[in-house]
């Protein structure tokens, strides 16, 4: 799925002038789309060096952080909405990273490749690992430390404390509603706090 879809289809998820933490901003396109689109402001958090210097690039505003140390420097409800798109499976305290996003920001989304895709299933069947657009490396060379599924982060996100709002999926830049555990590549969840 291209970048582009998937901005506009999380851009309608944000409400018109939001303040939005987005963690793993990547080079800021969807921070820059959200400040043009939606009016919204707010910050980016990024490790790698090229793409600070793209949100910068941007004028977005961003901050060079590893995720894994937390989102300490923010305070609770410091922003409307946080964003984890494509970040969640690269992290190893994914657990902790969830219950950060709910701490700083009145909502969250959520997106990640969801591993039980009926052609992951199917590539697992024959024995090896899937490799798609939305898992597009090989086994040994994903950043990815995890793998989920939709019905998965339902359940953690029970077990935190956290409400779905809205939940479906998506697959070449098309909403998936029914069966997106199965017919999903990409899994997208809206919460809050219970």
Not at 74 to 89: A, I, K, P, R, Y
């Amino acid at each position: 799925m291209s970048d582009r879809s998937i901005h506009d289809v999380v851009a309608q998820l944000v409400p018109p002038g939001s303040r939005v933490l987005d963690l793993g901003c990547g080079n800021g396109a969807l921070l820059a789309h959200l400040r043009d689109s939606r009016q919204c402001t707010g910050y980016g958090i990024e490790l790698d060096d090229t793409k600070v210097h793209e949100c910068v690039q941007r004028g977005v505003n961003v901050i060079q952080r590893n995720l894994e140390e937390g989102l300490s420097l923010f305070d609770d409800n410091s922003f409307d909405m946080v964003l984890q798109l494509d970040t969640l499976q690269n992290l190893r305290n994914t657990e902790a990273m969830l219950s950060e996003t709910a701490r700083v920001g009145r909502q969250g989304i959520v997106a990640f490749p969801n591993f039980a895709h009926w052609p992951h299933r199917l590539s697992v069947l024959r024995g090896r690992m899937p490799v798609t657009k939305s898992l597009p490396y090989q086994w040994y060379d994903t950043p990815n430390i995890r793998v989920a599924t939709f019905a998965d982060f339902e359940v953690l996100a029970r077990k935190n404390g956290l409400r779905i709002i809205e939940s479906f999926g998506l697959t070449d830049g098309k909403v998936v509603k029914s069966w997106p555990n199965l017919r999903a590549s990409t899994a997208v969840f809206k919460f809050d706090r219970a």
